[in-house]
Every structure is written in C-alpha cells, then in structure tokens.
C-alpha cells in the first residue's frame, strides 16, 4: 500500500499540470479575442465611420467569416467561403484547402478570373473553388460566396419540396430556391462536385440573380453584397431548411409572401452587424483553442 501513494501523487500531479495548460491556453484564447473585440462604443463607431472598402478589410472579414460558419454548424471541415477583390474586381479571396475553424490571414490566397490561384505556394487549393470563381464572373453585384455541405439544406434539393422562406428571418430567400442539377452538365457518370469552369458557370446558371442555390445531393451556394450578409443568409438559409422541415411534419405550412419576404429583409440586413458582432466574438472564443494548438 505505501508505493501506491507516491502513484497517486503522480497522477494527481499529472491531472493538475494537464488542467493549469488548458486553462492557460483558454485563458491566451480569451485575452487574445477581448483584445480584438472590446473597445468603447464611440471608438467602435469612429472605426467603423473611418473605415474604407479595402482588401485588407474584406480579408480580415473573410477570416472571421470562416470562424463563424463553423462555429455555427454552416461547415464543419469541408465547405468554404470567399470575398471578391476590391483592388482587382476579376479576384478573388479564399483560403487554400483547410478546415474553416482553421483558416488565419496567412491562409488566405488570391485567385483570378479563371479560379487560379495568383502564387499557390506550394498548397493545396479547395477543388470546388469553381462554384466562386464562375458566380463571380456571372454576378458583379455579388462580393461574397459560401458553400456548405449542410445537411439539413441537402435534403431539399433531392426531393421535390421546394425550400421556402417559412420564417422571417429568410425573407432574402425566394418564393421557390432553384436546385441545380449537375447530371444537366456532365451527365449520369459526375463527381457531384463542382471541379471545373464548365460545372461552376452552370451552377451559376441555376443561382440566376437569386442569393441561394441547392446543390442536389451535395449542399447549397449562397451569394450575398459583402461577407458580413453572405453569413447571414448562410446560416438563416440552413435554420430555414430547418423550420420547414419541423413544419412539414406537424402539417401543412403557411410561408412568407413576396412582399413580407421583401418587406422583412430590408429590415433584417439593415441590422447584419447585430448578428455579426455576436457569432464573431462567440466564434473566436470557440475556435481559438483549434489555431493556437496547431503543429
């Protein structure tokens, strides 16, 4: 029985050293978001007021962006977003191949009109970066792109029930969201992925002048003005998917209108920044602990 004691010294010292790491490294996540995130509400009003359209902010979004979508459940370790550059409207901005929750400004590469990456460094790119590159070319009024995998959005591009705007905070959605279909392009014998220009103009096709598009057995592609709304209508996207899926099975919904769809909209996206401000600071707490315990 003595030697036992000095082993269960041992392992309650080992437990104690393992709780001190964690707490400090939750405690670095937790300084390093505050440092970002807390500042006076009149300074924050004259950032923003100062504040111009550039590359560097749009990056900085778009880092963020990722964080968020994670966070949130839009992506896991696949799916991803990008944002149209202001320097050169023909770019744009996304992250090589990597997990969203994994994504810092060092990750973040520019690609041209055709979906290339300007200087790969040696990286890998994400295949589907086509989906972005081709609704960029189709759409200058989109600066924005996301593309999830959500699997409460797939459903609906598999059977014929339409998603619809059910819940106010959707009314960007329209009345019915076109499904693209991408045995229209390559045929019965597809990767289901969109792999090329070929694959990502026809989903472009499919979007039309509309914010979301369903990807039949593979997700959806959301296009928005700036990053800040992409994510919105992302993450409302799929807890529409949800409402009405939860509706469907009690009865027979009753969805927004036209005009309550547009009417609520100019209200919701009027207030982005509400949203915004909350998932990016919820987002950095969660996801820090990820980047700062990287090999």
Request: aromatic residues 8%; charged residues 20%.
């Amino acid at each position: 029985m003595p030697e036992a004691r000095p082993r269960r010294f041992a392992h309650r010292l080992h437990s104690l050293w393992f709780a001190v790491v964690v707490a400090m490294v939750l405690l670095v996540a937790v300084v390093f978001v505050f440092a970002q995130h807390t500042t006076s509400p009149a300074s924050h009003a004259t950032a923003a007021q100062s504040s111009a359209d550039t590359d560097e902010q749009r990056i900085a979004d778009l880092v963020v962006a990722n964080h968020i979508l994670f966070d949130q459940g839009v992506l896991d370790g696949f799916g991803h977003v990008s944002v149209r550059s202001v320097k050169n409207p023909k770019h744009f901005y996304m992250a090589r191949s990597l997990a969203p929750a994994l994504v810092t400004k060092e990750e973040i590469f520019e690609f041209d009109e055709n979906s290339q990456p300007i200087d790969p460094r040696g990286k890998r790119m994400y295949g589907e970066r086509f989906i972005h590159g081709e609704i960029y070319r189709a759409r200058p009024d989109v600066q924005a792109v996301v593309h999830s995998h959500s699997i409460t959005v797939v459903p609906f591009g598999t059977v014929n029930v339409p998603l619809r705007p059910i819940m106010h905070m959707a009314g960007f959605l329209p009345q019915q969201v076109p499904v693209f279909e991408v045995r229209d392009v390559k045929g019965e014998n597809n990767g289901i992925l969109v792999h090329d220009i070929e694959a990502g103009a026809a989903l472009a096709k499919v979007l039309g002048s509309g914010p979301v598009a369903l990807m039949r057995g593979h997700g959806m592609a959301v296009a928005a003005p700036d990053v800040r709304t992409v994510v919105f209508r992302a993450i409302y996207t799929q807890l529409d998917a949800q409402v009405e899926a939860q509706a469907l099975a009690l009865g027979t919904p009753k969805f927004l209108n036209a005009a309550e769809a547009a009417n609520v909209n100019k209200v919701n996206e009027g207030v982005v920044i509400r949203a915004w401000e909350l998932w990016a600071l919820h987002a950095e707490l969660a996801t820090a602990p990820f980047r700062l315990n990287r090999p």
